[in-house]
């Protein structure tokens, strides 16, 4: 019944890169997401999260379990942070990833499955805390200038922890 707060990415990280250039070989490289090229969005800085989940723990609030979603993404990173016989259900409807996703979704020919193993979709880092702890969490976040939502739950599992999606 956690809930599992992420924090939005600014875009692919440091993640993927030798699937997006296979991508970029075979289609658009001069692609543009919003007012940006593909090469200045692939450019983007890693987003350091330490000094924004400082002011979390700091706020006294129990983090139950903490991901930064690099190299494995969302589908590996998460279960190495939880005790197993839990699944982190996770809504993939609940946030917006930058279009560079998409684009590469879409020319890539890449399923969903492998998007999530490969690549963060948006979310670098993710939070587990009590349900009752959400506000003051994302609270803390946004007033560190991080884009912040609960993009699933903690639910009973079988064995070693898993992702599942809805």
């Known amino acids: 019944g956690d809930s599992i707060i992420g924090i939005a990415s600014s875009g692919p990280h440091s993640n993927g890169y030798s699937l997006i250039r296979k991508v970029a070989e075979k289609h658009d490289i001069n692609a ?17 999260y330490v000094n924004s ?18 190299g494995g993404g969302i589908t590996e990173n998460i ?6 016989n839990v699944t982190a259900q996770i809504g993939l409807d609940l946030w917006t990833p930058p279009a560079i996703f998409d684009w590469l979704q879409e ?3 890449i399923d969903n499955s492998e ?19 959400v506000s003051a969490v994302i609270d803390a976040l946004r007033a560190a200038g991080e884009n912040a939502s609960v993009i699933g739950t903690i639910q009973p ?10």
């Open 157 to 166: 599992g079988k064995g070693a922890a898993t992702v599942t999606y809805s």
């Open 107 to 109: 020319h890539g020919g």
């Open 79 to 84: 279960p190495r942070s939880l005790p197993d």
């Open 53 to 70: 989940i400082l002011s979390v723990l700091k706020s006294g609030v129990a983090v139950k379990a903490m991901a930064h979603i690099t």
């Open 32 to 48: 543009s997401f919003g007012d940006l090229s593909l090469g200045q969005t692939l450019m983007l800085p890693t987003r350091i």
């Open 115 to 133: 998007m999530l193993k490969t690549f963060n979709c948006g979310i670098g880092f993710t939070l587990v805390v009590d349900t009752d702890d």
